[in-house]
């Protein structure tokens, strides 16, 4: 049973992919990294020394602490940060709890390198609709809370990607893409260890949206479709569309996981009253 400072692995799986979730900080030590070299989705790894000597990841929000089994190394490093004023708690039973329950965890050799900054830099066509919003969505909830994205001309995305390190995605050729007849935000859940219920449903609807034709396979598709085509025209400026579309995906996100059993049964009366 999760402690007063501490989050079991079913409560914190309900926070991870929404707005208000935590920062997730990995002190496993190095051995036990080694061991099982994968991420509970959106965390990142530092040491419990560094959070000794006064490291503050992430920012000041609230972190759960995560060693392999939710003891020392977690509660001490939990214990510094609140001692710092930090709102800081810890995984109970740890790595070991999350993964023996099934939880998703990201291989972390296939996160891209971090920059200066401590978070991952992507690149893409300017202009996005579905795959270019959806993705990012994706990235930031479940990969790289801070990940930053630039959208740029398609001829200057190699270019940019060369100069500015940054990771291409949704192009014609490369990693990142579409691949046979599913769409990029597919390849991101296949490759990010994350081909959960709720994303899977997700992804369905994405592609559905996305590739021409396949409307009719997905009865939200085209209300995805017409959202992110309003979008596309009420913002110029790829960033802030990026902002708006990062509320349409929660939603569907939470859609997915908790209302698709539901349906709106109001019926409007039939005479105006006397």
């Not at 990012?136 to 990969?143: A, H, Q, S």
């Not at 995605?169 to 599913?182: C, K, L, Q, S, V």
Request: hydrophobic share 40%; proline share 8%; aromatic share 6%.
């Amino acid at each position: 049973m999760a402690g007063p400072n501490s989050i079991s692995a079913d409560k914190l799986a309900r926070l991870i992919g929404t707005p208000n979730a935590p920062l997730l900080i990995d002190v496993r030590t190095a051995d036990d990294f080694a061991a099982d070299p994968r991420l509970l989705p959106a965390s990142i790894r530092t040491t419990h020394v560094a959070i000794s000597e006064g490291a503050t990841p992430g920012g000041e929000g609230p972190a759960v602490m995560i060693c392999q089994r939710g003891a020392k190394l977690s509660e001490g490093s939990a214990a510094i940060l609140r001692l710092a004023g930090r709102d800081a708690i810890s995984l109970s039973g740890g790595f070991e709890a999350w993964r023996e329950a099934g939880q998703p965890l990201v291989p972390s050799a296939i996160i891209p390198p971090r920059n200066t900054n401590g978070h991952t830099r992507w690149v893409t066509r300017h202009r996005p609709k579905i795959d270019r919003i959806a993705c990012p969505w994706l990235i930031r909830r479940f990969i790289d809370p801070g990940a930053e994205f630039l959208y740029v001309p398609p001829d200057d995305v190699p270019g940019v990607a060369e100069r500015f390190n940054a990771t291409p995605f949704d192009m014609a050729e490369g990693f990142w893409t579409h691949r046979n007849d599913t769409c990029t935000f597919d390849t991101m859940i296949t490759e990010f260890g994350l081909a959960t219920p709720p994303l899977l449903h997700l992804a369905r609807v994405v592609r559905a949206a996305d590739l021409g034709g396949k409307l009719k396979d997905e009865p939200e598709a085209a209300g995805l479709l017409a959202v992110s085509l309003g979008l596309s025209r009420q913002y110029s400026d790829d960033l802030q569309q990026l902002e708006a579309g990062m509320a349409v995906y929660d939603a569907l996100y939470r859609w997915c996981r908790d209302a698709t059993d539901e349906t709106h049964s109001w019926v409007s009366p039939t005479k105006a009253p006397a």
